[in-house]
């Protein structure tokens, strides 16, 4: 494990394992490094893989104050990082909350090779009330609660789905980290997707969405697609929010025949 220290003198952890070209990974909300178990053993063998804790959470500090554009900046730390360890840019696979920060990071850094973003949730219709409830959970204690209330009505994943992350080996960080569930959701309802921000990004960028995600993760990749220039859209068929978990095979090709294309 290694740590960056981020712009406002918080340290973000990463985690390194695999042989091959430069792969940073960004995780959704809630989550840390370990929820990409079942997808590394997959990587591995083709990649070096630079896992990132993000800030609030496992290895990685915090700060008192938030919003995304500090995560965005946390992952330009740890690219640059490792860009400048290995001599050359390297590439970014970001999930839901995570890809939106690596979305955001593209505007700030050069040392990105290709980018990869899974359904990025920049359309957001959070269910009134919603964020009330979590706050008064966080407080009462209720933090699993929390988590599946993320998991089912945000993320849109069945109940089934759930179980799986469940039995995921990042579950207890998960819950560890059920207090920036709040932070990160306002985050997203506050943010407004500006397509003119993203017209000069020239990043090489492929798109990951399931055939049975939920309408806010759909809307966001068609935004993304016509805002992106040459970004390229992958569907998972059969596949919503989580194939690192339902079908890691399946995701692991296409992350890598794009990765791996000349």
């Not at 712009?7 to 985690?15: L, R, T, V």
């Not at 959704?28 to 590394?40: E, K, P, S, Y």
């Not at 039995?167 to 997203?188: F, I, K, L, N, Y």
């Not at 569907?235 to 992350?255: F, I, S, Y």
Request: hydrophobic content about 45%; glycine content about 8%; proline content about 5%.
């Amino acid at each position: 494990m290694n740590k960056i220290v981020s712009f406002d003198g918080a340290p973000i952890a990463y985690w390194t394992s695999g042989t091959g070209p430069a792969l940073v990974l960004v995780h959704g909300t809630t989550a840390d490094h370990t929820r990409w178990q079942a997808l590394l053993p997959l990587l591995e063998p083709h990649v070096t893989a630079y896992a990132i804790d993000r800030r609030g959470r496992g290895a990685s500090g915090d700060a008192p104050d938030y919003a995304l554009e500090y995560e965005a900046a946390d992952v330009v730390a740890v690219v640059e990082a490792v860009a400048g360890a290995t001599g050359g840019p390297v590439d970014v696979f970001g999930h839901s909350y995570g890809a939106h920060c690596t979305l955001e990071a593209l505007l700030l850094t050069s040392a990105v090779r290709r980018a990869v973003l899974y359904e990025p949730g920049i359309v957001s219709t959070t269910p009134a009330g919603w964020l009330d409830r979590m706050t008064a959970l966080v407080t009462d204690g209720r933090r699993e609660e929390v988590v599946v209330a993320l998991l089912r009505d945000i993320a849109g994943l069945t109940q089934e789905q759930v179980e799986w992350v469940r039995a995921d080996p990042s579950w207890a960080g998960r819950v560890a980290a059920a207090h920036t569930v709040v932070r990160e959701t306002q985050a997203v309802d506050d943010y407004r997707f500006d397509p003119a921000r993203f017209a000069s990004v020239t990043v090489p960028t492929l798109l990951l969405t399931g055939s049975q995600t939920n309408a806010n993760f759909a809307a966001s990749t068609v935004l993304l697609a016509e805002a992106l220039p040459g970004a390229r859209v992958v569907t998972l068929a059969g596949q919503g929010h989580v194939a690192m978990l339902t079908a890691p095979q399946l995701l692991a090709a296409e992350l890598l025949r794009f990765l791996q294309d000349r």
